[in-house]
């Protein structure tokens, strides 16, 4: 039960709050659990972030919207934890090929390292956690 705290944690990290700074409101997103109220977050952090014109912000808002569904499918499956996390990684490669077909080159450069660092900063406190 643990491992699929974790799992779930990690998950919902990895993929919706990536290259979401420190502040609180990043903190806060990572404890929702309605997807609906998880990718208004997502999206609303990414627009400041990048600088998201109104379209932009409505398309990334659907997109964020799809894939935290996605993942709390995912996350209530009974797959192993190796399973579960090999479906979380094709979505966000999934996600990442949407965002972008909408963001300029430049905010999706901004986003790729946003979530490259998301990334290395969840490596970190998964050694930390004795993994």
Known sequence: MATLKKL????MMMLFTVGMSMS????????IKDPAQRAKMQTTELTSQLGL??????KVGEINQRYAER???IAASDADREAKGQQLKTLQSQK?????????DDQYNKYEKMVQD????????QKSDGQ
């Open 8 to 11: 779930m944690c990690a998950a």
């Open 118 to 125: 998301r990334h290395e900063k969840m490596k970190g406190h």
């Open 71 to 73: 993942v709390n499918n």
């Open 96 to 104: 990442s090929a949407e965002f972008k077909q909408v963001l300029n």
């Open 53 to 58: 014109s109104d379209d932009q912000a409505a």
């Open 24 to 31: 609180l409101q990043a903190q806060d997103a990572e404890k």
